[in-house]
Every structure is written in C-alpha cells, then in structure tokens.
C-alpha cells in the first residue's frame, strides 16, 4: 500500500475485505444492536468501505433508504461485487454532492480514525442533517487494547500499527475522543456508549474470530508500512505478531474496546 | 510508606480510607450487583482492608456469616473503629488459622495485585472451601486506563504508579490475568467479566467520584514512593498529577476497567 497518499491504512486487498467481513459478523451485535432507523428514514452511511457494516445496518432496519458514500472508487466497486444494494456514491465527506438537511441520520464506523481532520468532517456531516435528525458514531481505540502475555514483541508490533497509522494523519487513539469532538462539531445530547470485547479460552469463539481473524490481520496488514517508515525492524514485528496470536490462544486474554456515538441536530 | 516490606502500596492513612470508602460507594452497583450468598452461607472475605467492601457484601447478601481477614492490624483497627460488625482476623492469606472445606464461599477484591505469589494464595484459598463452593475475586488492571487529554506528563506519573506497585512485587496489571491464574489455581468454571468506567462530561457524577476522587488520590498515593525509587522527576509528576485531573472535567474522557471473576472448587 502507499504511504503518504490520504489512504485507508489497512490497504484494500481482497484479503482486507475478508478480515472486514469476519470482522463484522463477530462484532455485528456488540456494535450494533441499539442502531434502529424508522421505516422510511433516509440514512447517509459516510465511509461504506466494501460495505461490511453497511449490511448490517440495513439488515436491521428495514424500510430505510440507504445512501453510502466512500472516497474509494476500488472500495465501491467491491461493495457493488458483494451485491450490495444500496446507492454507492463516491465522494469525500467534507464534500459530498448532497443539499444540506437532506438526510433523516447519519452512520459512520471505521472512519473518522482515517482522517486529518475528523472535527470537520462532522461540521460537513451535519449540515446535511435535518434538523432532529442523528448522528451514530462507531470507532475504535487502539489504546484499548491489551493482553496477557504481554511481552515486549506485542507491544512493538501493535505500536507500529498505531505509528503507521498515525504517520498518514489518522488517530488510531480516536474513540476515547468521540465525546468531545462531536460536542465540538455542534451536535447536542452527545452520548457515548463502550462496547468491550474481552476473549479468554472459555470464549474460542472469540478468541478466533476476534483475535486471530480481526486483529492478527490487522496488525499483519502493517507489515509493508512498518518496513517502509521503519519502524520496528522486521524479526521483532514477526515475533509480535506471534505473541499477539498466543493471547487469542490457551491461556490468553486479549482486551480491545469500541466507542459508539451518537448526537442530535438542534436547530 | 515503606518501601520493600510486605505492604499496601496506597498506605493506611485516613486519606486514604476516605479515598477507599469513596471508591466503594462509587462503583459498588458496579462491581458488586451480581454478588449474591444464600443465607446461612458462611463466607471468607480474603484481604478486607478497612472494610470498604466488606459493607458492600454483608448489605447485599442478607443472613450471612462474614468472617473478614487482613493481614494488616492498623486496617483491622480502622475496620473496627468505622463500625464494621463482621468477624476481623488477623493473618496472611497463605496460612490462615481456618480447617480446610471450612467455608462456603470465599470474596477477594483488590487483594490479589498486591501478592507476590497470587496463584499461591488462590490454591491456599481453594483448601479452605468445600466442594462446590465457590471464590468470587475482583481486581484492577492499570493498563486498562487510558484518557483524554493523553499528554507525556499523565503517562509518566501513571507509569509511576505502576512501577511503585511492581517495584514491591505487585503486579497493576493483574486483571487480564485472572481467567489463567484462577484456572491454574484447580477451579473450575472459571468465568471473567469486565466491568469499564467511562467518565466524560455528561457524567459528572462519574468525573467527580471515580476521576477527581478515586483515580488521582491513587496516583497522589504514590507521589513519596516516586521520590524514594527515582521514578519520575518530581516536576513531571505534579504536571501528570494535574493533567489527569483535567482528564476528569470539561473536555476530558478517562476509561478504567475492572474484572471479576468466579470460579467453583469441585472434589
């Protein structure tokens, strides 16, 4: 992958979209559960990727009309091969081709971490609120996670996702910041809600879907970008990596948290 | 405080049971809603301190027997002068003056982080219940907190807790361990459960309680022990001391996560 380009860190290889998909049906119901639109709503999903998260917001509420939107012309036409039915449009958040207070509410998961300028974005997103309508919010926060054994190997892998990622202008740390940037870009009744995932070996499930099929390949998704900023030179991320994956094994336990969001337009 | 004997690395003072007794009442819901003992049950609380949570299961679990032990005579005193009405006895986990299967249950909250062998003292623990009775254990992890504003100087007095706690063979990060240290000590059906705290403006209650008067008292707990070790320059602890108290107002967000696990003795 290109670094420096205003990229998605994780790349956009068909295996990203594997990880992406596994990843969202293990967090589906943690993420998700409390997400409802009205019937006949009409929701702007900012940053549909390949769709992964898309799916499952329209699965859960039937009768909206979905409009997703994505900076990525490759990440679309992924979605579009998955059969996703929504309208894609390509555009970048903080100018998308929409009148202002054309939509009911707004989703966004996996994004505002990728941007340089996150607060604008939901300055952008806003107007294109109707007045009442919502914002839901979904990230994660790379300083959530940790994990035992914790060996110093781990700590350099994980620590070069974290700098890559940052190195692009993104804030991997960004969901401990969710509270005040959504204040911060003039939405009210801000609510902020943690959504942790915890796996032990009483939870295999987990532990492989969590551990092995999200963020292993995660942090494995660096391994170019971490050479090419060097980073972490190569026999120590080869061995983090291989710490990370002993926690999603026996006597392992690994820890990540997810931040959800969500506001309202006052007029 | 003494550094290097077999302490309580927070200290006795009454600062720091006022702190103690804050805690309790802050996160007692939190902590302790799912603890529940049939009446008549004669239960171990392992390490009762000042008595702090002791109240929090002798209120919730009515017609109990509570026998309460502590290694520490000034805390057993301090129980004793707040009113504490259960059985105190003086003595080290790992040698109590109890017959082996002579209880039904035994409770330990934030003991086990201070122990130099914990799985020494869950097995010692595990003789003393009878078959099928169980061990309830609830512990901090201090690599679970991270906050908004995140600056250098918070981390480092943060670190300094961390490393006076290991610095007299605790170990602050002893939650993500629990699931192996509790099944390597013989019980079986080991379950983990992690209780988080978020605090951010909505909460106030939460800043005020769990930020302003739980957290930063802790770290203000360790600012002789930082000298004494050569920690952090005492500069940068005052600065850290007031970040992370920023952490808990306007514009600030703080995380910590607690766990809980529970594990039955079988013959």
Redesign the interface.
């Known amino acids: 992958m290109a670094i420096g380009a205003p990229c998605y860190i994780h790349g956009y290889s068909e295996d990203e979209a594997v990880r992406l998909a596994d990843q969202a049906r293990t967090l589906a119901d943690l993420l998700h559960h409390d997400t409802r639109y009205a019937s006949g709503s009409l929701v702007l999903e900012a940053g549909c990727g390949t769709g992964a998260q898309t799916r499952e917001i329209a699965g859960r509420c039937p009768g909206i009309s979905l409009v997703s939107v994505d900076l990525s012309a490759a990440s679309l036409r992924g979605a579009k091969a998955r059969g996703l039915a929504t309208d894609l449009v390509r555009g970048e958040i903080a100018a998308l081709p929409f009148r202002d207070e054309s939509f009911d509410h707004v989703f966004v998961c996996f994004v505002l971490e990728h941007l340089a300028d996150p607060e604008g974005a939901l300055v952008a997103l806003r107007r294109l609120l109707r007045t009442g309508g919502t914002i839901t919010l979904i990230e994660g926060?790379h300083?959530?996670c940790?994990?035992?054994p914790?060996t110093p190997a781990a700590a350099s892998a994980w620590g070069a996702l974290v700098s890559a990622q940052q190195a692009i202008g993104g804030d991997p740390?960004i969901g401990?910041?969710l509270?005040?940037l959504v204040?911060g870009a003039g939405f009210a009744d801000?609510?902020?809600?943690?959504r942790?995932v915890?796996a032990?070996?009483?939870l295999p499930g987990v532990q492989d879907g969590f551990v092995q099929r999200t963020i292993v390949p995660m942090v494995e998704g660096v391994r170019e970008p971490n050479a090419a900023l060097g980073l972490v030179d190569s026999a120590t991320f080869e061995q983090g990596l291989a710490d990370l994956r002993a926690t999603g094994g026996p006597?392992?336990?690994f820890?990540y948290?997810f931040f959800r969001a969500t506001g309202v337009k006052r007029g």
């Open positions: 926060d300083g959530s940790y994990y035992h914790a740390l401990r910041r509270y005040p204040t801000v609510a902020v809600s943690l942790q915890y032990d070996e009483s006597g392992g336990t820890c948290t």
